[in-house]
């Protein structure tokens, strides 16, 4: 899903049903619609989070908003994968001041 939110274009990424890394990346790569490229890798999407080259078109200029949904249960699945991503959100986020990933607290519906 993605809107406009307060200038910034907005991309919600759903973890709902995540379990493993490959399907984090997967859905990551869906959200973004990043290149083909992209090499589903915890590099590759820290370059990716932060290259506004491959985000999607509208945000280039605006600012990009993600908000990370349903990601509760693949944190607790898979908990040192997960604090590898949030330290890949966190990175991007501070190298690209137009970034900003955001955790949803609520349900994913």
Do not use: H, Q
Request: hydrophobic share 45%; aromatic share 8%.
């Amino acid at each position: 899903m993605t809107e406009d939110l307060g200038g910034r274009y907005l991309v919600t990424l759903d973890l709902d049903g995540v379990t493993d890394k490959a399907a984090l990346m997967d859905r990551v790569s869906r959200a973004l619609s990043l290149p083909d490229w992209f090499g589903r890798n915890w590099d590759a999407l820290a370059d990716s989070l932060a290259d506004r080259t491959v985000w999607p078109e509208e945000s280039a200029a605006r600012g990009l908003l993600i908000v990370v949904r349903g990601w509760r249960p693949y944190a607790e699945t898979d908990p040192d994968a997960w604090r590898t991503a949030l330290d890949v959100f966190a990175e991007a986020a501070d190298r690209t001041p137009a970034l900003t990933v955001v955790l949803a607290l609520g349900g994913s519906s």
